[in-house]
């Protein structure tokens, strides 16, 4: 088990800053998703990490050290790709064991470890078998026998399940993270799939175009994210984001959303950061979860909207609102797509379909 750490890391291609002072610590044997949009930098962290490419400017250190020598990083460490790069040739039990007999890791006994290995994985049958005659699953697994073979202190995985189906992503979340686990090894896994991390990691470090924006447990992030950016990207459905003014007087705080008055007691704690706030303009962010469908007559902060589209999906039916409010939108490639109005989905169960108002259940800041 290894501590790895990025002491302002950058990298700088041609005119493209890819990463851009990144300082993030994985503690040994933790298991740490980066997380964010496509070209926001993660492939490139993890190769920085693992000696493939050098730095512009910054440090990795593992324990605290700084390795200079690539091949002495690399044999610490062992990468797993998108596209597995099992080499087509060789069995599977040979594709398993090329570490070892590439020189990288102990010789003697390589040929028991590989069935070890193979049977941890679930796939000592298969050893005789080449690769394309394999499922993507078995390749997978393949390709996880042979990063964990010569038993490295840390593995990178570039996101290792994305060429999957969505049944056997699933699946393989669990076996994954299950692995990591039991053989304690720090691992940095890179994806952009929200569920991916949520589910897998113990912390998430969110990146937006090369820059960290919030490192911290899954439900931290998803409870508390740092950024519009965080909550837009974590979550499903998607987080509403809605522009509005904010207006505060003794009594209350008023959210003018272009066409509603929302307001909110101001005594109420959790909206004490709003409270001198008066007059500016912020985005306000409303989880499906957090409304409640409520009866027209319903006294308290309520919002009004126009229901635009009902999806149902069988124990739930997702109901998208438009509130009339001006969307906050990003300058950028945010992976789903924006909504054109600022229109929170409300989960609410499938059989109740009738309601004018939404009371916002948990109101956040
Ligand atoms: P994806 O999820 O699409 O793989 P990513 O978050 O892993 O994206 P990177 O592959 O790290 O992103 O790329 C970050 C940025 O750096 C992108 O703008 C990319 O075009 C650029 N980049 C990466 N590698 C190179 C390279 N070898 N030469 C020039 N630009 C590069």
Do not use: W
């Not at 040929?111 to 050893?127: M, Y």
């Not at 669990?174 to 686990?181: D, G, Q, S």
């Not at 994806?191 to 897998?200: C, L, R, W």
């Not at 969110?206 to 820059?211: A, S």
């Amino acid at each position: 088990m290894v501590h790895i750490a990025t002491d302002r890391l950058r990298k700088v291609f041609d005119q493209v800053v890819a990463v851009d002072d990144l300082t993030l610590e994985v503690a040994p044997g933790e298991f740490l998703a980066l997380l964010g949009p496509s070209g926001c930098g993660k492939s490139t962290i993890l190769r920085l990490v693992a000696g493939l490419i050098p730095p512009t400017s910054g440090r990795v250190l593992l324990d605290g050290q700084a390795v200079d020598d690539q091949v002495r990083r690399q044999h610490r460490m062992a990468m797993v790709f998108q596209d597995f790069a099992l080499y087509p040739h060789l069995t599977v039990g040979q594709n398993i064991g090329f570490p070892l007999r590439a020189g990288t890791g102990p010789v003697s006994g390589t040929a028991a470890r590989v069935v070890e290995v193979a049977k941890e994985l679930g796939i000592a049958d298969l050893l005789d078998r080449r690769p394309d005659s394999l499922s993507g699953g078995e390749q997978q697994r393949v390709a996880t026998a042979r990063a964990i073979v010569r038993q490295p202190e840390a593995f990178l995985l570039d996101e290792p399940l994305s060429n999957l189906d969505a049944g056997l992503r699933a699946r393989l979340r669990t076996e994954v993270a299950a692995l990591a686990r039991r053989l304690g090894v720090t691992t940095l896994y890179v994806t952009h799939d929200q569920i991916e991390a949520m589910t897998m990691a113990d912390r998430v470090a969110v990146l937006r175009r090369g820059r960290l924006q919030q490192v911290g447990r899954p439900a931290e992030v998803y409870a508390d994210p740092a950024t519009a950016f965080v909550a837009a990207l974590i979550g499903a459905p998607r987080i509403g984001l809605a522009q509005a003014a904010i207006y505060a007087d003794t009594e209350k705080l008023v959210l003018d959303l272009g066409s509603q008055l929302l307001r909110l007691p101001r005594a109420d704690p959790r909206l004490r950061s709003l409270a001198d706030r008066h007059t500016q303009r912020i985005t306000v962010a409303l989880r499906a979860e957090a409304l409640t469908p409520v009866p027209g007559d319903t006294a308290g902060p309520v919002l009004h909207g126009h229901i635009r589209d009902v999806q149902n999906l069988g124990h739930e039916a997702l109901v998208h609102l438009d509130i009339g409010a001006l969307p906050a939108l990003f300058d950028e490639d945010i992976p789903r797509r924006v909504p054109d109005t600022a229109a929170p989905p409300v989960t609410k169960p499938a059989t109740r379909r009738r309601f004018g108002l939404l009371r916002p259940a948990r109101s956040r800041p």
